[in-house]
């Protein structure tokens, strides 16, 4: 049996050495920092983002959460962005294949669980699948599922879907580049059209995508902490 390696295998450990060596640097950069200047560089960068993270994550859910849950946020918004963003170097864009973005939207479901039983305790938490009714125990598995899919679904298929289309683009200009003499070898019409359609499909529709997921597991998790204490 043969067996074969995805090409998105090498850009997800890729992506993931990248991310590491940058927030090495972020943290020798902050523990330089003159805390009696003005704050400057890649330190006062990566400060601005965790405070960003923790506010976004304690408006989703609430304070307590933050210490925990924002770390994970503020990883998982990382490794979206680049992996979405590669598409721009010509590189093969990891959440384009499907099992990176099911196993992702897992581990958000599992932290929803997680807390849905923290909640409710385990008594609790299976018998809210029974309720109203017993009957509605299949809609409510349904309801646990759903997330799951739909999250996965939606940035994979967003992500390749644009991959796609810029495919065709470029194929299509090529084509289109033929038909000109002399210079008809050289795929001219290319570098003037698809510039703007990489701004929306990878920029764009990448920072969207990563948007989305981010706060989708933030408010499924708000979703199960107790009234009083969620926002």
């Not at 721009?88 to 294949?97: E, S």
Request: contains cysteine; aromatic residues 12%; proline residues 5%.
């Amino acid at each position: 049996m043969t067996i074969v390696i995805q090409p998105e295998v090498f850009y997800i450990i890729a992506v993931t050495a990248v991310l590491c060596v940058f927030c090495v640097m972020c943290k020798h950069a902050i523990e330089k920092m003159d805390y009696m200047q003005k704050p400057h560089g890649l330190g006062h960068f990566a400060v601005m983002i965790v405070e960003m993270v923790d506010k976004m994550v304690e408006s989703n859910t609430n304070k307590s959460k933050v210490s925990k849950l924002a770390p994970y946020i503020g990883c998982l918004a990382m490794y979206l962005l680049v992996c979405n963003l590669i598409g721009l170097l010509g590189l093969t864009q990891p959440t384009g294949n499907y099992s990176v973005t099911l196993a992702l939207a897992i581990i958000s479901v599992i932290l929803r669980e997680k807390e849905a039983l923290k909640t409710n305790g385990v008594k609790g938490y299976f018998k809210g699948l029974f309720e109203p009714f017993f009957p509605f125990v299949i809609p409510n598995l349904f309801g646990k599922i759903a997330p799951l899919v739909s999250m996965s679904l939606r940035l994979f298929g967003n992500i390749l879907s644009g991959s796609i289309i810029m495919t065709l683009v470029y194929a299509f200009c090529t084509w289109l580049s033929s038909l000109v003499p002399v210079i008809g070898a050289f795929n001219f019409i290319g570098p003037i059209v698809a510039p703007v359609l990489h701004a929306y499909f990878d920029v764009f529709a990448g920072c969207i995508q990563m948007f989305i997921f981010i706060t989708l597991t933030q408010v499924y998790i708000g979703n199960e902490l107790p009234l009083e204490e969620n926002k």
